[in-house]
């Protein structure tokens, strides 16, 4: 008895250390790394990877249908995916117990910017061609940490957008405004037409800062925004300044914007956009946010597009800035470098898996090479398209910076100033607490 | 004095003195109450069965209007939705562990502390009475930590081990205090017959014991079932129920139609255990504290 | 009572000679040991290491590489947001347990006197059976500040409109000065004038039934006449003059005013116009009354900044107050008869007896509640995160919530979260200490 037991565990020792062998001569190989759109052999990839992002629900189903795509050019590598609504926290507590994910979608590059400090990504310059070749260079650029590629955007959010209800602007007799100062006047007109023109999800602070980089961009200008988002100009510059006080002309009017000031402060983003578009008395004329309110309007209301909602463009300022667009994206970063990881990361970055998903719906590619005939509506070939061609892309400023501040302070700070309209306090609060979380 | 408290619960008020308050206005007033304690978990529970356009809309109580707008889609997207099920799982075993494994430790420590003597048995006592105080909130940064090191993190294992840590002191207060109260020549006449401290333990003590550790059973269960923060920070996949929930939140959507349901549906087994189990509970709980 | 000493009763079984008495010592030793060892192995790794881990760790930087001395102490106390924080435990702890305990006790007495108390103690107990995170969400759905959509302020508009009526137009506003702010015509009028009360921010849905093209008011000698009317056209029109296509607004009540007295009231019709007969003189001025503008109830806001904490805690008496009335009631039913009748038998009130017998009686369960409570509050965490909406977490907020947040919540610093347990477990001492004294005193 005791005999065969001994040669049952040599012989499970042995093939065990068979199957390592094998694991680590895959290593060796693809030990090169990329130029060109060469795959290695790719029955020889194999392994199983973890993968984190922000989407769940049906995004989640959405995206496994990507990862299906993916499995069938890979069939040997087995994709786990995990969604969770705060990624960032959900990653930081894994990289601090020593077990990240493999791959994972970061929805703001400054969670890249910290993951890279604390020395946790693994640089992506194998796919560098790849990447070039598919994106515009403000696109590339966002992926870029000191000189180095660590990580591509495989979703993007066009968040230069206006929603509008297009029954409520007919009643009205107004068009999409193209300037801001015709987009104020229009807000008047509405009210005067006894519908409040705006309806923000104040509740979540992002809805806030949105609408200041929006106007930031197209006011300071591209130079000025990368400025401030890497903190060499502070909160309290005069163009900062000059965007928080074109702000007031709309918060300053709380009986133009559904629920008050108070109301909105309570209202998370979903409720804002049914506010405007519940069949019938709609709440608000428009929601400035970005191009995910359709998504929200399907799964929460009965409005149709074009019939019942319609998008414009994030009105010019002055006469500038007309096509810029202030976007998000979720990025993907690699934390462990092994063969299935690198070959996620190439096929992420290129059209065909962003067809996968667009043809859904519910999703903008940032890739300029992916058809946009695949989208399925009108409205999203309009913002997507926008998106990947766009000459000025800026990433979304409140995500470029650190999480204590860009996502936590940041938002505070603007819902205080949603309430009151204090220019110079919001000024200095702003430039506060950056300065606290850049120490 | 413990040991009629053990035996039944005392008999209720006379009638003479029922006479004495008018009756009419306190049937009323309570009956207000009662209805006003149940509308917000009958609110949840008509949420539940509406779609999310129409929550999301108008208020639940326009659905006496509107009677046909009551679905059970929400209930039946719940069970395929698979991080849910799986979460009730989870949360199934961390429960049942983590009542088995505190009420046996719990019984054993009470046992000793009552009917052995040792030196430092009072002072063993106190101290640990005086760890009921602890937070769970102290230990969470050096078990975060640890577990990770350990491979606890996100185990089931893990979650079992610090709840029950945590459920010892109320519970070795608990039945030490209990089994203090049974009677001297009970404890006598058993070793007389020749038994060892353990037969003794399981033979005599631990059947005498019953109410209070039924007491310390159900408090367990409602408590580890509906627990949100130790899962919440000590696990990632196999979160359970209640962060499961709190994970259920979608990024630009809002989600009463998952939590609603969920809500309710991992409500019904602390709410059955409860029920059924209600008179163990306020008498083991008041012959332990209170004497 | 005294514990039995088991070697001193009962001798080795196996029939060996007594041992000499240190060795007694020692094996006596051996028992409680084998009993105690489960709970102490555990009470040790997750209760007492972690108790000095936490206080030790509070003392090293975020990553946990670094000594810092009291860097960590020094930046809780200055930050406002734990000030808050450490303010609004102050309000739990002042405010919650004394509440539950109370209204506890009053629901326990009178429970007693019905007959489906054990109906109502289900009840009533039910909600601790819930997550206390469910709970959050149920109240939060409540709390909702629209009347719409908000349980609770849609019983208060219903309570608030049995005394007070909504007005036909809420929102509306003058559409140009020619009307003032309180809605009165600037021009003082004479006999045979005319008066445009133009309105906008009127909803075309807001109008009443029957509207019809509004109309420009004909001058009529003895009379003051007017139109009221929505001054607006698609694109906004000429606010101030009556355009084709823009609605009178029938059934509005008109003042006519004389210096600042209402001497009469006419309604408008269809149209929007009105009349004022049998004028004469001058120094009229006509007002659309401010009835028609009154508000409609705009709910209480729960999830505001100044009233959250005590919504909170409002959720929390839902679930708390259940278990207090449960336990006091059974330890009413525990007094004994005898007591209750004697005190009867001597004279006196229910009210007398309540206070001086039976409140004293209960005392041992009251604390036992009381400081539970107390314990409870301090740890609250799901409540909070559960119902305050983002904008309002920094007015919520308290130690614990504080001490996730810093740690767990993506800003990881360990640093800063075990600075505020190690401030939080000091705030435990006190309850520690009443614990351990009354537990010895009982021995």
């Known amino acids: 008895m005791k005999s065969r037991r001994w040669a049952l565990l040599f012989a499970l020792a042995l093939a065990l250390s068979v199957i390592a062998a094998g694991c680590g001569g895959g290593d060796d190989e693809e030990g090169e790394g990329g130029g060109g759109t060469t795959a290695a052999a790719a029955e020889d990839v194999s392994g199983t990877i973890s993968t984190v992002a922000v989407w769940t629900g049906a995004e989640a189903k959405a995206f496994q249908k990507v990862v299906d795509g993916f499995q069938e050019k890979y069939p040997n590598v087995t994709v786990k995916y995990k969604g969770a609504k705060d990624p960032g926290q959900v990653i930081s507590t894994a990289v601090q117990g020593g077990n990240p994910p493999d791959v994972a979608a970061l929805n703001s590059p400054g969670l890249m910017f910290d993951f890279v400090d604390q020395g946790a990504l693994k640089p992506i310059d194998f796919a560098k061609s790849d990447i070039q070749a598919n994106y515009t260079p403000d696109w590339v650029k966002n992926g870029t940490v000191n000189g180095k590629l660590y990580g591509v955007f495989f979703k993007g959010a066009n968040k230069s957008t206006v929603w509008y209800n297009t029954h409520a602007f007919e009643d009205a007799g107004i068009e999409p405004p193209a300037t801001w100062e015709d987009l104020i006047a229009a807000g008047n007109t509405l009210k005067n037409s006894g519908v409040p023109a705006y309806a923000f999800g104040a509740g979540e602070g992002w809805t806030l800062t949105d609408l200041f980089e929006n106007l930031y961009l197209r006011i300071a200008g591209a130079e000025k925004y990368d400025q401030l988002a890497e903190h060499k100009i502070p909160w309290t510059d005069p163009s900062v300044k000059e965007t928080l006080t074109e702000m007031t002309k709309i918060f300053k009017d709380s009986g133009n914007i559904a629920g008050g000031t108070s109301g909105a402060l309570q209202m998370q983003f979903p409720d804002s956009v049914s506010q405007v578009f519940q069949p019938s008395d709609p709440k608000a004329a428009m929601v400035i946010e970005g191009d995910f309110v359709p998504g929200v309007v399907a799964g929460q209301t009965q409005a149709k597009p074009q019939t019942d909602y319609n998008v414009f463009k994030f009105p010019s300022v002055d006469g500038k800035g007309a096509d810029d667009v202030v976007g998000g994206g979720d990025i993907v970063v690699m934390f462990k470098d092994n063969p299935a990881a690198r070959a996620l990361v190439k096929y992420l970055a290129s059209p065909e898996a962003a067809e996968i998903w667009a043809r859904q719906g519910g999703f903008s590619s940032p890739n300029k090479s992916l058809d946009t005939s695949v989208y399925p509506d009108e409205i999203t070939r309009t913002t997507a398209s926008a998106l990947a061609q766009a000459e000025t892309f800026r990433f979304d400023l409140s995500d470029l910076q650190p999480s204590e501040f860009g996502g936590d302070a940041m938002f505070t700070d603007l819902q205080d100033f949603f309430k009151t309209s204090d220019v110079d306090a919001t000024a200095k609060k702003l430039e506060k607490d950056a300065a606290a979380a850049y120490k | ?291 | 009572m005294t514990s039995t000493s088991v070697r001193a009763e009962f001798p080795n079984p196996v029939g060996t000679p007594p041992a000499p008495r240190q060795r007694a010592r020692i094996r006596a030793l051996g028992l409680p040991a084998s009993f105690l060892a489960p709970a102490a192995i555990l009470l040790g790794i997750w209760l007492i290491y972690p108790m000095v881990a936490t206080v030790v760790r509070a003392f090293f930087d975020d990553r946990g590489d670094k000594f810092v001395w009291f860097e960590n102490f020094d930046r809780m106390f200055s930050d406002p947001i734990i000030h808050t924080a450490i303010k609004n435990n102050v309000i739990w702890i002042l405010v919650a347990p004394i509440a539950v305990t109370a209204f506890g006790l009053l629901l326990a007495v009178l429970t007693e006197r019905i007959v489906w108390a054990s109906a109502l103690k289900i009840v009533l107990f039910m909600p601790l059976a819930i997550s206390l995170f469910a709970v959050g969400v149920i109240w939060r759905i409540m709390y909702r500040e629209d009347t719409e959509q908000g349980a609770i302020n849609a019983s208060l508009k219903v309570v608030h409109d049995v005394f007070k009526d909504e007005g036909v137009l809420p929102d509306a506003r003058p559409s140009s000065d020619a009307v003032s702010d309180r809605f009165v015509f600037t021009k003082q009028l004479s006999a045979g004038d005319t008066a445009l009360l133009g309105l906008t921010a009127i909803s075309p849905r807001e109008v009443p039934e029957g509207s019809t093209q509004a109309v420009e008011p004909q001058s009529t000698s003895g009379a003051i006449t007017g139109v009221v009317w929505r001054d607006f056209s698609p694109g906004g029109g000429t606010p101030g003059t009556v355009e084709n296509g823009e609605l009178g607004i029938p059934g509005v009540t008109i003042n006519l005013l004389r210096g600042s007295n209402t001497i009469e009231t006419a309604t408008s019709e269809n149209d929007g116009s009105f009349e004022f007969a049998d004028i004469s003189g001058s120094g009229y001025r006509v007002q659309v009354a401010p009835k028609t503008f009154a508000q409609p109830y705009g709910g209480v806001s729960w999830l505001g900044a100044s009233l959250i904490t005590p919504s909170i805690i409002i959720a929390f008496l839902w679930t708390s107050v259940g278990f207090a009335m449960v336990i006091i009631g059974a330890g009413l039913s525990a007094i004994p008869r005898d007591v209750l009748e004697a005190a009867r038998t001597d004279g006196g009130s229910e009210l007398q007896i309540f206070r001086r017998v039976t409140i004293p009686l209960l005392m041992p369960v009251l604390t036992v509640v009381f400081v539970t409570q107390m314990i409870g509050v301090l740890k609250i965490f799901d409540l909070i995160y559960a119902i305050a909406p983002g904008s309002v977490q920094n007015h919520a907020t308290t130690l614990a919530f504080e001490m996730w947040k810093r740690s767990f919540s993506g800003q990881n610093n360990f640093g800063l979260g075990a600075a505020i347990a190690a401030f939080l477990m000091l705030l435990f001492l006190p309850f520690l200490i009443y614990q351990v004294r009354s537990q010895r005193r009982n021995l």
């Open chain 2, 1 to 291: 004095m413990a040991a009629a408290e053990v035996s039944q619960p005392a008999m209720r008020s006379d009638a003479t003195f029922r006479n004495r308050i008018a009756n009419a206005p306190v049937n009323f007033f309570l009956l207000l109450i009662g209805i006003a304690w149940l509308v917000p978990a009958a609110g949840l529970f008509v949420t539940s069965l509406l779609p999310p356009e129409v929550s999301n809309a108008e208020g639940w109580w326009n659905v006496f209007s509107n009677p046909s707008e009551l679905t059970f889609d929400n209930y039946s997207q719940l069970f395929d939705n698979d991080q849910i099920t799986h979460a009730l799982f989870v949360t199934a075993q961390v429960t049942i562990g983590a009542t088995v494994l505190p009420v046996l430790f719990a019984a054993l420590a009470g046992y000793a502390l009552a009917w052995i003597d040792f030196p430092g048995a009072d002072l063993v006592f106190v101290a640990i009475v005086g760890l009921m105080v602890v937070p769970i909130q102290m230990a969470l940064i050096p078990m975060f930590t640890l577990y990770n090191k350990a491979n606890l993190y996100d185990t089931v294992p893990g979650l079992i081990l610090f709840h029950t840590a945590f459920a010892l002191p109320l519970g070795i207060f608990l039945l030490r205090n209990f089994f203090i109260g049974i009677p001297k020549d009970l404890m006598e006449a058993a070793r007389i017959d020749g038994a060892s401290e353990w037969r003794l333990f399981f033979k005599v003590v631990l059947p005498l014991g019953l109410p209070a550790i039924a007491a310390l059973a159900i408090f367990q269960v409602l408590f580890v079932w509906n627990d949100f923060l130790i899962g919440f920070v000590l696990a990632q996949d196999n979160t359970p129920i209640a962060p499961t929930l709190a994970g259920q939140l979608r990024q630009f959507g809002s989600n009463l139609d998952v939590i609603a349901p969920a809500s309710f549906f991992s409500a019904v087994i602390p709410l059955t255990v409860f029920a059924l189990f209600q008179r163990y509970f306020v008498q083991g709980l008041l012959a332990g504290s209170v004497k």
